[in-house]
Each structure stands twice: as structure tokens, then as C-alpha cells.
């Protein structure tokens, strides 16, 4: 709930800096040269992962955006260490929406909310039975252990400085620099078998503190887009 009533003061911010915007425009600003107010499709790829992108002009320094990313990858843990065997997967995504406010002609400001999907999850066990003195102890009987990585806020404010280009014509492309607030980071637990005790809530809470300067997501982005009309 803080972070939705921070994105909600900041949108309220946005929202007053573009009333001033209009209400002491110069001349020359109703002298427009981007009079398209059409909407753009668009493909995204950016460190959130891969998507498309839905534009909607409003005026020429004015621009809603409705993003969608996503990127999935699996990694054997016994590539990292021969006596583990299981699977690390690393899920990055958001879905979203932008309000883009421009400085300049090809300068703008973002400012948003997106859901956030990222996590990292690792689950892994004893690759072979162990030697204990005269026990031989399964990697069954000795269990497995699973973490997982979550935000710690799935509902992310978002804030962005991007350059756009030939964002009146036909075809335009950007690229955007910006930070998703998602919060300390949230660390779960599970464990089997002899490990256990090793998934306990004061474990989880030790991992937690450890990584919670970890609080934004950086994001750079690159976006194509074709205009529609």
C-alpha cells in the first residue's frame, strides 16, 4: 500500500506540472508541427524482458503508453557445481502503463505503474549419495532445498528519461532509461528430507536483510514503433 500512494502523489505531481505546462504555454506552442493524434504499435526490448507496446498521442507533449514484457530462462545447477543437480529459472516481466511527457521535442519524462512478475527460483539436491563414516546417505534421505526471489511490492511506480525520434512519422524508434521502486526483495523458503531446518522463517529473514538495499530495477529499453494512422 505505500508504494501505490507514493505512485499516486507522483502521478498527482506529473499531472500538475502539465496543467502549468498548458496554462503558461508560449505562442509558438500552439504553433504545433505534431498534430497526428493516432496510435503507434510497437516492439519492445528491454532488461525487463521482450514485448510490445500500444501508444496513444494525446497532444504534441503528451503520450499514453501500455507496455507488456517478458523473458524466461532455465540454467542446470550441476553446470555450476557438479555435486548439485536440479534447475534455476529466472522469470523478468511487467505489464503496465506510461504517461510520457515531453521536454522537448525528442526528449520526454515517463511516469508509471506496472505488475511485476519478476522472480528467481533455484531448486537443488545432492547430485550422489554420500560417505559418512560407514553411512552412505541417499540424496534422497539427505533432501532438496528450494528459494525463491520475489519483489517486494508486485504493484511497481515507475520513472523514466527517454529520447524519441521521428515520433511524427510513419515509423519512429526511442530509447528510454528508468527505474521500476519494487521494494525489498522477499525471500521463501522449502526444504526436505535432513536440509529441513535449513527452511526456516529466520533463515528467510536473514536472506531478506542481506539483499534489501535491492530495491529498484534498473530499465533500458529500446522501442520501434509504426504508426497506424
Given at each position: 500500500m505505500v508504494y501505490i500512494q507514493k505512485a499516486i502523489r507522483y502521478i498527482a505531481i506529473v499531472v500538475i506540472c502539465l496543467k502549468c505546462s498548458c496554462a503558461y504555454s508560449s505562442p509558438d506552442d500552439n504553433k504545433t508541427d505534431f498534430i497526428n493524434k493516432g496510435y503507434l504499435v510497437g516492439l519492445n526490448f528491454s532488461t525487463i524482458g521482450f514485448g510490445a507496446t500500444l501508444t496513444k498521442n494525446i497532444s504534441r507533449r503528451l503520450d499514453f503508453r501500455l507496455n507488456g514484457s517478458y523473458l524466461g530462462y532455465n540454467y542446470d545447477v550441476n553446470k555450476l557445481k557438479k555435486e548439485l543437480q536440479g534447475n534455476a529459472r529466472l522469470k523478468v516481466g511487467a505489464v503496465g502503463g506510461n504517461i510520457d511527457f515531453y521536454l522537448l521535442r525528442f526528449?520526454?519524462?515517463?511516469?508509471?505503474?506496472?505488475?511485476?512478475?519478476?522472480?528467481?527460483?533455484?531448486?537443488?539436491?545432492?547430485?550422489?549419495?554420500?560417505?559418512?563414516?560407514?553411512?552412505?546417505?541417499?540424496?534422497?534421505?539427505?533432501?532438496?532445498l528450494s528459494a525463491k526471489i520475489?519483489?517486494?511490492?508486485?504493484?511497481?511506480?515507475?520513472?523514466?528519461?527517454?529520447?524519441?525520434?521521428?515520433?511524427?512519422?510513419?515509423?519512429?524508434?526511442?530509447?528510454?532509461?528508468?527505474?521500476?521502486?519494487?521494494?525489498?526483495?522477499?525471500?521463501?523458503?522449502?526444504?526436505?528430507?535432513?536440509?529441513?531446518?535449513?527452511?526456516?522463517?529466520?533463515?528467510?529473514?536473514?536472506?531478506?536483510?542481506?539483499?534489501?538495499?535491492?530495491?529498484?530495477?534498473?530499465?533500458?529499453?529500446?522501442?520501434?514503433?509504426?504508426?497506424?494512422?
Open positions: 526528449l520526454y519524462f515517463s511516469g508509471g505503474i506496472s505488475y511485476n512478475i519478476t522472480s528467481i527460483a533455484i531448486d537443488a539436491k545432492e547430485a550422489e549419495s554420500i560417505n559418512v563414516g560407514d553411512i552412505v546417505l541417499d540424496p534422497n534421505d539427505i533432501g532438496s520475489t519483489p517486494g511490492s508486485k504493484i511497481n511506480p515507475y520513472f523514466g528519461l527517454g529520447f524519441s525520434f521521428r515520433r511524427q512519422k510513419k515509423l519512429n524508434f526511442g530509447i528510454e532509461f528508468g527505474l521500476f521502486v519494487q521494494g525489498a526483495p522477499k525471500v521463501k523458503l522449502q526444504a526436505t528430507g535432513m536440509l529441513e531446518p535449513t527452511a526456516s522463517a529466520e533463515q528467510e529473514q536473514i536472506m531478506e536483510k542481506n539483499i534489501s538495499p535491492i530495491i529498484y530495477y534498473p530499465n533500458i529499453s529500446l522501442r520501434f514503433s509504426y504508426r497506424l494512422k
